[in-house]
């Protein structure tokens, strides 16, 4: 079984802690990154974590995840959740399990944010639990493909 997470995320990530604290916390992208290797390990897997602002790049990863036949993905793609279809269309040629997660509660936002591309391709989706969200999502795709928590 492949042993490593793809944790990717998008756009303005990279701005976690100091961009709008009210909605996304205070923790960087730095203490996000140590909170998925720390989740990931729990369950007996690495996390490759992973942030940019530009499209094509989160999909190269995406084809780099398929290629290197990677565990799974869990993906904040920010605001290309609701615009890139092919960022969807990345993930769906990989057949890799995919959690999709966003730290706030998109449904609770502005309307545009209640459509998904990302979801399409995805086993589930994870908001509103903020940073620690992606510990979950590692959590649920841990149980998705099998891992099993370290004592």
């Known amino acids: 079984m492949a042993k490593t997470i793809y944790v990717l995320n ?15 916390g205070r923790a960087t992208l730095q203490d996000l990154d140590a909170l998925c290797r720390k989740a990931a390990q729990k369950h007996g897997f690495t996390a490759e ?11 190269d990863w995406i084809h780099e995840a398929g290629a290197k036949k990677a565990a799974g993905i869990v993906i904040n793609a ?9 960022i969807m269309d990345a993930l769906l040629a990989v057949n ?3 959690v999709e997660v966003h730290i706030t509660n998109r449904h609770a936002r502005e309307a545009f944010r209640h459509h998904s591309f990302i979801a399409m391709a995805a086993k589930a989706s994870i908001g509103g639990f903020g940073v620690e969200g992606y510990a979950l999502a590692i ?13």
């Open 78 to 86: 920010a605001g290309y959740t609701h615009s890139s279809v092919s």
């Open 96 to 98: 890799l399990p995919v």
């Open 10 to 24: 998008g756009p303005n990530l990279n701005l976690l802690g100091s961009r709008e604290p009210e909605k996304y």
């Open 49 to 59: 974590c992973r942030q940019s602002n530009r499209e094509g790049e989160l999909i």
């Open 139 to 151: 959590t649920g795709l841990a149980a998705l493909i099998g891992g099993k928590a370290k004592k």
